[in-house]
């Protein structure tokens, strides 16, 4: 099995900062492209920012400029710098991945979510 695990999250105040971590851990498996996702209350979750293996990156336009995603393939880990941030940021943000493990294929991963809350 692969599990993903999301730290970084909490409470800040509007135009503060945090970074977000995602470790994937496991057995014999790499991790190809990786995504964050976000879900508000009593909204759909969205996507956020990707990143292929490579490093070519994406996001959804409210955060460009505000948000940088990177990763760290040797430590398995992708990060995303939230700067400037807005009360409509707050949501559960959570990390996705896609997985090759040896003698499975390609799956996607999802981790358990970690908590922003942007508020003064």
């Known amino acids: 099995q692969v599990q993903l695990v999301e730290s970084g999250g909490g409470l800040v105040q509007p135009g503060g900062s945090l970074r977000l971590s995602c470790a994937a851990s496991?057995?014999?498996?790499?991790?190809?492209?990786m995504r964050w996702f976000r879900q508000a209350p009593g909204k759909s979750r969205e996507l956020v920012a990707a990143?292929?293996?490579?490093?070519?990156?994406n996001y959804v336009d409210s955060v460009k400029g505000r948000f940088t995603i990177s990763r760290d393939n040797a430590k398995n880990t992708m990060y995303l710098q939230m700067s400037s941030l807005k009360p409509e940021d707050t949501a559960v943000y959570y990390c996705?991945?896609?997985?090759?493990?040896?003698?499975?294929?390609?799956?996607?991963?999802w981790g358990q979510g970690t908590q922003v809350i942007v508020s003064s």
């Open positions: 996705n991945a896609d997985v090759w493990r040896l003698g499975y294929g390609t799956s996607a991963y």
């Open positions: 496991g057995n014999s498996f790499r991790t190809n492209d």
């Open positions: 990143i292929t293996r490579g490093g070519d990156t």
